[in-house]
């Protein structure tokens, strides 16, 4: 167990709250600071003993604040698309003013060399990050499997699963498992510096493979409807998706079918010690809650 003082921002996130859940289990709550920017998101964490600061990733002084005498932090990248790399850089400053010594970014899977849109914040967080001559690991997140399982219930309501992804095979994990290698990355004894991780899930599917699995445990039938890049943008935009984010989705897709989620390195478990969480795992699991509800 180390005696490093960690910060982690975007606790109040889906993603934090499992990172800071499992801090708890490798150090003190003495040694952990959760960063939010809303003061109703401090009560949890306050009830468990762990410090809350308040920081924006748009306003550097509160960073700066917020960022004093920690030793390691773990930068959970922003949820505002088109705003984040401003936002990190503001992060990144603020951490090198402050004298952090090790920050983990969550970044995306194959971030150098991604064709996804969603890509290009990630790049130009990583070369600022390397920049900043503080030591670093980045953390290049496969896709969560919930970001499939999402969608579950229009598919088994309209008897498809829409998409853009063709063959694509994505090699997926939930949250649970990219939270546990953060930890792993940031409790180590003496943190890798300077080191890219690729991680992603031990198995992959196709989104043909995704909607017969739904179809399978949930007792109904489901199929998946492969669609080009600008109708699936379309349909997104149809259900209710403002355009630009129907758009980012669609490409995001369109990258699916090229290959850029899939990850045969098996890096996620090793950091984490065990096999990733099967996504049909993961798929039963929504449908057995949506069948509870
Ligand atoms: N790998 C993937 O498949 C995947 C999928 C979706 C997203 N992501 C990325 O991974 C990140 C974490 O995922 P998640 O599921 O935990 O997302 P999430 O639940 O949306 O959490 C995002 C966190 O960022 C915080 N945040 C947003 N804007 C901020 C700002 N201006 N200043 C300070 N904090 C700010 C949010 O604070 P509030 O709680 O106050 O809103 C929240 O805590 C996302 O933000 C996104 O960059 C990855």
């Given at each position: ?76 990248s ?28 969550t970044s995306i899977l194959k971030a150098?060399?991604s064709?996804l849109?969603l890509a290009?914040e990630h790049r ?16 290049r997140n496969g896709w ?116 850029a989620l ?32």
């Amino acid at each position: 167990m180390t005696t490093a003082k960690y910060l982690v921002t975007g606790a109040s996130g889906q993603l934090g709250t499992l990172v800071i859940a499992d801090l708890l289990k490798k150090t003190p709550a003495a040694n952990i600071v959760a960063l939010v920017r809303r003061p109703e998101s401090a009560a949890a964490f306050e009830a468990k003993g762990i410090e809350v600061r308040f920081g924006d990733y748009t306003d550097p002084a509160s960073l700066e604040k917020g960022f004093r005498d920690i030793d390691r932090l773990l930068l959970i990248s922003s949820s505002e698309i088109g705003q984040r790399a401003v936002q990190h850089q503001n992060a990144i400053s603020a951490a090198k003013k402050a004298g952090v010594g090790f920050i983990a970014y969550t970044s995306i899977l194959k971030a150098d060399t991604s064709p996804l849109g969603l890509a290009v914040e990630h790049r130009a967080t990583e070369a600022d990050l390397a920049a900043s001559g503080i030591p670093y690991a980045f953390l290049r997140n496969g896709w969560y499997t919930e970001n499939k399982t999402g969608s579950i219930d229009p598919a088994i309501e309209h008897g498809a699963y829409i998409g853009a992804a063709g063959d694509g095979r994505i090699s997926s994990a939930p949250r649970l498992d990219y939270a546990k290698a953060a930890v792993a990355v940031l409790t180590a004894d003496a943190p890798a510096e300077n080191v890219v991780y690729e991680l992603a899930g031990d198995d992959s599917f196709s989104m043909a493979e995704f909607a017969a699995a739904i179809a399978n445990s949930a007792g109904k039938p489901v199929a998946y409807a492969d669609m080009s890049e600008a109708d699936y943008a379309a349909a997104l935009e149809g259900a209710g998706l403002p355009r630009a984010f129907a758009e980012l989705l669609a490409d995001s897709d369109a990258g699916t079918a090229k290959g850029a989620l899939e990850d045969n390195s098996r890096t996620l478990s090793r950091l984490i010690g065990r096999p990733t969480t099967p996504w049909t795992e993961t798929v039963a699991s929504a449908i057995a809650t949506r069948k509870a509800a």
